[in-house]
């Protein structure tokens, strides 16, 4: 009995990391500017995920648990100053999902934590405004200003790199 628990466990951190490990690791290069301490996260999250046993209701609500257990580690780990080096820009190409991804991920490392993230959720991963509401826990409306805002930066940064 205990072997069939230890064996489905195996199988379900394998499910989770195939399906959400490289999401993960892009919010995480993203906040943290920093590959190590990206994965240093993932890692951790998934430990997590098999520590607590959390059940969901469904599978946008694990994926919505597994960003948000991501994320407040980001949090906590750039208000301790842990972070040793940040990654060499050049480098993240390697990251990208496609090419298209790889300037806006450029442009995005260079944001403030809050518009990161969002604009993150919706160019890059594909999330509409009302899952990422759910999946952040803030309101559609701070969603959308996040998205105006951080346009406007990116915007911004873009004339600032062509002039």
């Not at 628990?5 to 490289?22: H, P």
């Not at 999330?127 to 509401?133: A, H, N, P, S």
Request: proline share 1%.
């Amino acid at each position: 009995m205990l072997q069939q628990a230890v064996w489905s466990t195996g199988q379900d951190i394998e499910r989770i990391v195939d399906t959400y490990g490289n999401m993960l690791f892009r919010i995480c290069l993203v906040i943290l500017c920093n590959e190590n301490d990206a994965e240093d996260v993932v890692q951790d999250t998934f430990i997590n995920y098999l520590t607590k046993a959390p059940t969901f209701h469904d599978s946008e609500h694990e994926k919505a648990w597994l960003i948000t257990v991501a994320t407040n580690r980001c949090k906590n780990m750039r208000r301790f100053n842990f972070m040793r080096r940040h990654i060499d820009i050049s480098d993240l190409q390697l990251y990208s999902k496609d090419v298209e991804s790889y300037g806006l991920l450029d442009h995005l490392m260079k944001l403030p934590n809050k518009h990161k993230i969002v604009l993150l959720l919706f160019y890059v991963e594909g999330y509409k405004v009302d899952e990422i509401t759910t999946l952040l826990n803030i309101t559609s409306s701070a969603v959308k200003k996040r998205l105006q805002r951080g346009r406007e930066l990116i915007r911004e940064s873009y004339r600032k790199e062509n002039d």
